[in-house]
């Protein structure tokens, strides 16, 4: 079983930023993949950022130049930093680690983007 607890979220006007956190309980080290997703009342979840199995890093179009995913092993976190935040990424945020051939959630943290 994998823990993972967000942090950071919370109340932002248009154009500010924040910066999720995401604690493992585990070595992150051991992941195939991490990454974040959000999701929206009545929406399907998506990917935001992510470091996928392949290595590198992917981010969702809409996010690209504005979000910046990054880890620290020692720490065992993975963090995003959100920069220029519109209305549109109004969203709970979710952290991801995909191990053992298996998905692993966090409980989200809420992130709204309003004036």
């Known amino acids: 079983q994998v823990q993972l607890v967000e942090s950071g979220g919370g109340l932002v006007q248009p154009g500010g930023s924040l910066r999720l956190s995401c604690a493992a309980a585990r070595s992150i080290s051991r992941f195939n993949a991490m990454g974040w997703y959000r999701q929206v009342p009545g929406k399907q979840r998506e990917l935001v950022a992510r470091?996928?199995?392949?290595?590198?890093?992917d981010y969702a179009d809409s996010v690209k130049g504005r979000f910046t995913i990054s880890r620290d092993s020692a720490k065992n976190t993975m963090y995003l930093q959100m920069n220029s935040l519109k209305p549109e990424d109004t969203a709970v945020y979710y952290c991801?680690?995909?191990?053992?051939?298996?998905?692993?959630w966090g409980q989200g943290t809420q992130v709204t983007v309003s004036a």
């Open positions: 470091f996928p199995s392949s290595g590198g890093t």
């Open positions: 991801n680690a995909y191990w053992v051939q298996r998905n692993f």
